[in-house]
Structures are given as C-alpha cells and as structure tokens.
C-alpha cells in the first residue's frame, strides 16, 4: 500500500498531526502537509482538559505532556472591582470520574512537538513542512491536492483529505462549507510576564477575573522552565488601534488596573487576535473532512478550542481507520460529524460565550447574582462535581459517545 491509497491532512499544528498519529497507530498511511517550515511557537492554547488528557493517555502522550507542563487542579473566580475571590473548585473532586483529575496547562506548540516526535517513529506516516495545500479536487474514488513548496507546485492524490489547516481553512473553503457564527468586535490581547501572580497574590494557576468594563483571565505556562510565565488576557477597545493597545505605557497601565503594584511589570510577551465563534455547516463533504479549528474557533474563555480539536482528532482517526480497513462504512464519518457538530454547537459554543458573558456582566444585581452562583456551586461538593464536570469537557465527551445515527 501506498501513501495514495491513505489519507493526507492539511495542517500540521496539534490536531492534524494527533489525528496523523491516531491513524498510523491504526495502520493507515497517512500524509500531513504544513505551509509552514517548522512548528509554530504559538503562546496561545495552553489548558488541557482531563477528557482530552483520557485521550492523549490512549496514544502514550499524557505522561510527556504532564512533564511539559504544569499540573493545575484547581481554579479560581474573582471580582476585580471588590477583590474577593468569588469561588474555588478542585478537580480532585472528579477523582472517581476519570484517571486524570486535574488540568494540565502545557503550551499548545509543546503538545504538537511531543506529536510530531511520536509521529516521526511511525513508518506509514510523513510529515511535509513548508508544503502548503492550495486547490483540491473530489473525484468519486479519492481527493486530490495541488501542494506549493518552495520548488513549484505538485498534486498528491488520496483516499480522503482532512482539513485541520485553521481558522481560515482553504480546505473549508475550496469544499464550499460554510462557517456560520460571528466575530466579537474587540479584539483580545495577551500579555506575558514572569511575575509570580501565585506568590505575590494568592491566585490559582487559572484563574477568571470578572469586571463590567474589562474582564480577565490569568494562567500560569512552564515556559521553558522554572519559574514559568503568567499569561493575562484582556478584551480590548474595537476602536483603538493596534499601536495604542500594544504600547509600553498602555500595555503596563492594564496590567495595573487590575493588579497593582509599585514599578513596572517585566512583559515578554504581547500579542493582539480576533476572536470568533464560529462552527462549520458540516465537518463532512464527500471525502473531505475538517477537524479543530478549521471546523470550529470560539473566544479563550474556559480552555476549550483546542480541547475540542484534539478531540475531534481522535474520534476521526478512529472511525476514519475502520472505514479505511473495510470494518465499517462511510456512514462513520457521517457519525463523526453528528457527534463532534453536536457537541461543538450545544456546549463548547454555548458555554464558551456564557463564560464570557459571566465575566462581562454590567449589571449589578446581574454580577451580584452571578457572584452567589458561583459561590453556592462552589460550597455544594454535589453542584460543584456537575459543574466541573462540564468545565472539564467529561459530560461532553459522554454525550457524543452516546450520539448514534438516527
């Protein structure tokens, strides 16, 4: 068998190179193309979720991820106007849910190294770097890609072809899918510094900040070692312009509005993007297929884009290889986009900007509401186990195991 009688995948961040693995591991032969020449050191998308930690464990990557990263169990609500902390919650509460109670915050380019390093040892499996897809074709029996280097441009046929190539997906586009949703007028910003937020302040690994004029989320990266790096994240002015938000003395003045302190803060880090809540119209064509962000993008809040995208990932993969090998039909993949269209549409989209608009609230009595929620949940070990429950993507994970076609 050869590589075109396999599948190629446009994209190689996170989650087309853990779909790539999932499917050599299957004896599939697959083919991943990525425009760029290396991986990206991307500063965002660092959380991952105990029900993708269950996946990557089933793939042999939790254990380097874990020592990659940092291990984060718990998190933390506050209101930057009062300065309480609002609510606290374990995951060691869902100890007897899963083997992983836990967070792990590992960046989202370490993730795809500890990928790629695995993917590298499968023998049915290449990795193109600077090999960019740019036209497709569908034919009745395979897809076939026309790929750009730095030589010219060549086709490469295959079985099927998946899209984990972004946000801004040719392989979407050229299968005329639409991306239905909206984009938030602000941009946000990151701003990265190693000022230790948890000695200093007493705040978790991850923790919300909530405020009527300017929310904020703060959590905790390795880095590339001892002490690690704070990333804080804000919403931003729509009508500001890139060099004001991103100047030295508006860059320290948020920081200082919401955690004060004498001198200035040593900032390594400072970045602006759009923010989208967006889910394809379908994540199957024909023999075309879309994963991860090329399916779905949605605001930061909750750790939950890419946790979603490797989950894709893998439940493709293995419907994907049985399809390949004779055991099942087309009809799986049918499935995969019930399951995974599903569960991106009723609880990553919806709780995603509810986490949003928990943090954004202006009303007082709104906020103040919000705040004793939190609070009640929180003092509850019965609500609080619902709750983390779906902030750990669990019960989403359990509603897509159970969705089967009607």
């Known amino acids: ?45 660092a959380t991952t979720h105990p029900a993708t930690l269950e996946l990557l464990d089933e793939l042999g990557l939790e254990e380097e991820m874990r020592k990659a990263g940092l291990v984060a169990p718990i998190f933390q609500f506050w209101d930057r106007i009062s300065g309480d902390l609002i609510a606290e919650f374990d995951h060691a509460l869902l100890a007897g849910e899963t083997r992983f109670p836990y967070v792990v915050q590992c960046e989202q380019f370490k993730t795809a190294s500890i990928a790629l390093r695995h993917l590298q040892a499968e023998p049915n499996a290449d990795v193109l770097f600077g090999h960019e897809v740019v036209d497709l074709s569908v034919g009745e029996d395979a897809v076939t890609v026309t790929v750009r280097n730095s030589e010219g441009t060549f086709t490469r046929s295959a079985r099927y072809l998946i899209g984990a190539d972004g946000g801004r997906s040719l392989v979407r586009k050229a299968a005329g899918i639409v991306f239905e949703g909206f984009t938030f007028p602000e941009q946000f910003m990151v701003l990265t510094t190693p000022f230790d937020f948890l ?19 703060c959590f905790k990266v390795a880095a590339d070692g001892p002490p690690g790096l704070w990333r804080t994240v804000y919403p931003t002015n729509p009508d500001a312009t890139e060099e004001e938000l991103l100047s030295d003395e ?123 929620d939190l609070r009640e949940t929180a003092a509850d070990p019965e609500r609080a186990k619902a709750f983390l429950m779906r902030s750990s993507m669990l019960d989403a994970q359990r509603r897509a195991a159970a969705l089967a076609m009607t």
């Not at 396999?6 to 853990?18: A, F, K, Q, R, W």
């Not at 955690?259 to 602006?272: K, S, T, W």
């Open 250 to 372: 508006a860059v320290q003045a948020r920081l200082q509005k919401f955690f004060p302190r004498d001198g200035d803060y040593e900032v390594v880090h400072r970045n602006l993007y759009r923010v989208h809540q967006r889910v394809a119209e379908t994540f199957r064509r024909g023999r075309v297929l879309l994963a991860g962000d090329a399916a779905h993008v949605n605001n930061p809040i909750g750790g939950m884009g890419l946790n979603g995208g490797i989950q894709d990932a893998v439940n493709l993969a293995e419907k994907l290889a049985k399809v390949w090998h004779g055991r099942g039909s087309a009809t799986l993949l049918d499935l995969y986009d019930r399951q995974r269209r599903t569960i991106t549409t009723e609880f990553v989209q919806a709780q995603t900007i509810q986490n949003k608009k928990r943090l954004e609230a202006k009303d007082e009595a709104t906020r103040q509401a919000n705040f004793r």
């Open 199 to 217: 000695t200093h302040r007493g705040y978790s690994y991850r923790s919300y900040f909530a405020d009527p004029h300017e929310w904020c989320n």
């Open 1 to 45: 068998m050869t590589r075109a009688d396999g599948v190629m995948i446009s994209g190689g961040g996170p989650v087309g190179l853990i779909c790539a693995l999932g499917l050599a591991r299957q004896g599939v032969p697959v083919t991943v193309f990525e425009r760029n020449e290396t991986l990206l050191d991307d500063p965002r998308a």
